[in-house]
């Protein structure tokens, strides 16, 4: 009975301790649930993104920074920046990642850094930003005008202009100066060019550069030039030029720049322009200045038929544009031959010059007058009309000279090339110039030189036994020795493509024996010849044709010159048949 309740007892005892045990546990499940509880708020508030800015009340266009962090290593690209641009201009951001392990603990963050600027005054709104499930909180930005924060805010760019005169006449061009200076780094910049309606506005060369220290600050100044010419009288109004580029900013430790957008127009001008006075007459030249220069190469007043006359005409004008410069037209006598080179065009200390060079080739002996020229030009200066003058040229033209031909002046050459032995120096040329017609030319005179050696040998032989009237009909076998020499000079000529020489040699062998048509298929390829050096439309010439033809005139001397070499040696007829004679 007592080993029984014994027993009872420790039944009911193992009962409770095995109830204390699930009690136990049932508060140990219980404390860790409440932890797992406890540490959700900490790991969602990590992850947590953050968004503050160095300050929150800008000027327009002033740059500060913004920085959004996360404690937590993610992808760069995570953060999306383009809900900015409704309100900011901004920069490429600067992102940086750090992993750090304390105390047994390891912790990861995420930062970016841009650089932004609120784009117009009044209240600007940065948004929110979301990375993976998480948000930061807006910020709200107070943007004033520039003149009411720090003037360090506005980019160091001074912009200016200033026109030479603001009077002028139709037609008489203005100088139009921009200076742009500049102490920041910019980022495509562009200059508009002003613009006003009845001008014609051009940009004069290229853009010049320097550096200019202003109030202890250095500076890089572009000046840039136009020139304003009127075609409509009446006040004009003339629109500023317009420079537009993007700033470059970003203070130290922002770790990201920024693009500002400038835009700023230098000052409208009003411009008083005159019409043509009614009572002017010819053509219409408006100008302070003008001044008409000419020389002549050679400077004699006698010249020879053939001989070329350079005359040279520069024309300066001050405040007129290019396309105003006037057409120097000169009639001359149908006696000569002119031919002008293009005009050359320069811009020189507010002057527009032209120079125009005429090759002038007398074509008949007797007097020759060459016309002065008169340029009619209104004096803006004194209001009134004025003109400029050049006088002419009376020259004594004779014949032509073979000895002279030596001397013949080679246009757009070298001046210092050497006058003697000029024949020598153009033969050197020909032969330089690799062709078959130096050739040609070196066999037509060895094979001219052999038969009249051959000839004057025979008739040396032969003379006692020829008739004075037989030895009257050879004396003017001398002719074809000056058509050889001509002709010989004027393959060179064309063969080293030297139009005067060509003109001269031509003036001289025109009058050797040759069929009319003949002579006028030369005239017309020579005439060719020179338009395409020396007329306003010249272009590349070929001399081939030219070449052909005047081997035609070799081809045929050779064979005149070998006929009456070997006339002497054919036996006459009488001689054939002595029988005959003696009967006779």
Known sequence: MVSRMKNRIQSQHQVASFS?????????????????????????????????????????????????????????NSLDLSALGENFTYGRPSVSSNNAYSNGTLSSSTQWRIAIAAKAVGTATIPSFRIGATTSEPISIKVLKSANVATSSEPNIKLSSSLDKQ?????????????????????QAALVAPEAKGIDIVQQG???????????????????????????????????????????????????????????????????????????????????????????????????????????????????????????????????????????????????SMMIKQVIIPREVGELRLPPLTINWWNTSSNQQQTTHVDGLTLDVKEGDLSNNVQLPI????????????????????????????????????????????????????????SSQQQAQQAPHSAPSTNGQVLSHLLAAVQANQPIQVQSYYQQWQHCDYQADYIERVAAEVNTMMEAHYSARSHTWDNQALLALLGQANKHLLQSVAQEALAPLTPSQSKKNPSSAKGQ
């Open 20 to 76: 204390w045990i699930l009690s136990r546990l049932r508060h140990v499940m219980a404390w860790l649930a409440l932890s797992a509880c406890a540490l959700i708020p900490v790991m969602a508030q990590a992850a947590q993104v953050e968004a503050t800015v160095s300050k929150n009340i800008v000027a327009v266009n002033e740059v500060f920074q913004l920085t959004i962090a996360i404690d937590s290593n993610v992808n760069p």
């Open 167 to 187: 009077t002028l006449y139709v037609g008489e061009s203005a100088r139009l100066t921009v200076r742009i200076l500049i102490a920041e780094q910019l980022d």
């Open 206 to 352: 290229e853009d010049k550069q320097a550096e200019r220290l202003l109030n202890g600050r250095r500076y890089i100044e572009i000046t840039r030039q136009y020139q304003l010419t009127p075609f409509e009288s009446g006040d004009i109004v003339l629109k500023g030029a317009q420079f537009k580029t993007s700033v470059v900013k970003g203070s130290r430790g922002f770790g990201s720049t920024l693009s500002v957008p400038f835009d700023k127009k230098t000052d409208d001008i009003t411009l008083t322009v005159k019409p043509k006075p009614s009572n002017f007459q010819g053509l219409w030249l408006p100008t302070a200045d003008l001044q008409l220069d000419q020389t002549w190469n050679p400077s004699s007043t006698t010249a020879r038929v053939g001989d070329p006359i350079t005359r040279t005409l520069t024309l300066r004008i001050k405040d007129v544009a290019q396309s105003s410069m006037p057409n120097l037209n000169i009639d001359y006598p149908s006696s000569v031959r002119v031919y002008s080179e293009k005009p050359v065009y320069g811009q020189q200390n507010g002057y527009t």
């Open 411 to 466: 246009l757009n050459e070298p001046a210092s090339q050497p006058t003697a032995n000029t024949a020598n120096a153009v033969e050197v040329q020909m032969v330089k110039d690799a062709g078959f017609w130096p050739w040609l030319t070196a066999i037509v005179t060895s094979l001219w030189l052999l038969t009249t050696g051959f000839w004057l040998k025979e008739r040396h032989k032969k003379r006692p036994q020829l």
